[in-house]
Nanobody, 122 residues
Framework: QVYLRESGGGSVQVGGSLRLSCAYSGHTGSRNCMGWFRQTPKEEREGVAVIDDDGSAGYEDVVKGRFTISKDKAENILYLQMNDLKPDDAGTYYC????????????????WGRGTQVTVSS
């Protein structure tokens, strides 16, 4: 079992920044891909950024160059640094662990956090 808790969401203006954190605990396995997903009332949950155990990362095209995913293995925290935020970035962001495929095009994960809300206003 893996437990995940997100924090860091909030309300920012267009062009602003936020850093999301996901504290995790439990047995993630010998090789684990983790990621951040976004969901809105109009769209299903979609991958924003993923990171594999070797540190290799993948991003949704619309966030490339603006978002950075990272993981502090010593502290068991997954981060998502979000810069130059746009209105379409708004939504509920979920942290996930043990992804079936380490790819933002898949939303299959074994463990999910409860989400943190991001609002971007113009």
């Amino acid at each position: 079992q893996v437990y995940l808790r997100e924090s860091g969401g909030g309300s920012v203006q267009v062009g602003g920044s936020l850093r999301l954190s996901c504290a995790y605990s439990g047995h993630t396995g010998s090789r684990n891909c983790m990621g951040w997903f976004r969901q809105t009332p109009k769209e299903e949950r979609e991958g924003v950024a993923v990171i594999d155990d070797d540190g290799s990362a993948g991003y949704e095209d619309v966030v490339k160059g603006r978002f950075t995913i990272s993981k502090d293995k010593a502290e068991n925290i997954l981060y998502l640094q979000m810069n130059d935020l746009k209105p379409d970035d708004a939504g509920t962001y979920y942290c996930a662990s043990n992804l079936g495929v380490c790819y933002t095009g898949s939303n299959q994960a074994r463990y999910w956090g409860r989400g943190t809300q991001v609002t971007v206003s113009s």
